[in-house]
């Protein structure tokens, strides 16, 4: 074959091996587009379906928080995403933790992030936690949560000394939190489990040991204002429904405690508008 032709034939099947990569690029990049266009416009229920439906593809366990719990990576063929996998379901009579603290009945389990869930549905502040299903992995029952998108915990902000742009924004969606927490009574709140978004949006997840059946408040005074619609939720909270809701998560003792509670969130309230106004109590 005479040289120049040889030179000409070689670069001719260059270019046509660099216009199959640039096209298998862009392919790769149209893809990753759609799937994630795809992720962002599933619904919650449809979110629900692949948590439940979707094959397990991958396991790694996450070195945060006591119980450890697994990032699992799920895929339906389609969609690729992860969540974050809790099967802790531990209960003792009495309890004496490393600070000396006791604790009588106590209770760690994984049932508590659905019920969290099931109640954050009916007060319709479900927004503010991951879309949670039950599920069972390698023979284990447990909470199955959808991966969120985050930047950072409250615990990294705090050490960072960051700030959000809002504050306004900011506040009331920590109000909403302090209201949820009083409500369920957590006995391990920590700032690694209020998780922060891209824009700020904040996500309370890890309710392992909330529930507890102590029928008052844990700290009244994080109560400083109310989201209105959350309020008026919480005035017409029914025993039943929610008692039929979370029938697989919560005891009678259980709803009951944080029916009780339900009520002195709602006095309390209404005592902050009764001395300093509704526009100063209410968002």
Request: glycine share 4%; hydrophobic share 40%; proline share 3%.
């Amino acid at each position: 074959m005479p040289l120049d032709f040889r030179r000409r034939w070689m670069y001719v099947r260059i270019r046509h091996w660099r216009g199959l990569g640039i096209v298998t690029l862009l392919c790769l990049a149209f893809a990753n587009v759609a799937h994630a266009s795809d992720e962002s416009n599933l619904t919650k229920e449809q979110i629900k379906h692949f948590l439940l439906t979707a094959k397990i593809v991958g396991s790694r366990q996450s070195g945060k928080g006591v119980t450890h719990p697994w990032r699992l990576t799920l895929s339906d063929g389609t969609i690729t995403h992860d969540a974050s996998f809790q099967s802790i379901d531990q209960s003792q009579s009495n309890i004496q933790f490393a600070n000396r603290d006791t604790e009588i009945n106590f209770v760690d389990s994984y049932k508590y992030n659905l019920a969290a869930y099931a109640l954050a549905e009916l007060l319709g502040i479900d927004d503010m936690l991951p879309v949670y299903v039950e599920r069972t992995w390698k023979g284990d029952s447990g909470s199955l949560s959808w991966w969120l998108p985050v930047n950072m915990d409250e615990a990294d902000r705090r050490r960072q000394q960051i700030y959000a742009p809002d504050t306004e924004a900011w506040n009331k969606q920590m109000y909403r939190v302090r209201v949820f927490d009083q409500l369920v009574y957590d006995k391990d709140p920590n700032p690694t489990n209020v998780l922060i978004g891209p824009n700020w949006e904040i996500w309370r997840i890890d309710f392992t040991r909330a529930f507890r059946r102590s029928k008052d408040l844990k700290s009244p005074e994080e109560l400083v204002r109310c989201d209105r619609k959350l309020l008026e939720r919480l005035k017409v909270l029914d025993e039943n429904e929610l008692a039929v809701k979370t029938k697989h998560y919560l005891n009678k003792d259980e709803v009951k405690a944080l029916m009780a509670r339900r009520d002195k969130i709602v006095a309390h309230f209404q005592q902050l508008i009764a001395k300093k106004g509704e526009n100063d109590v209410l968002y």
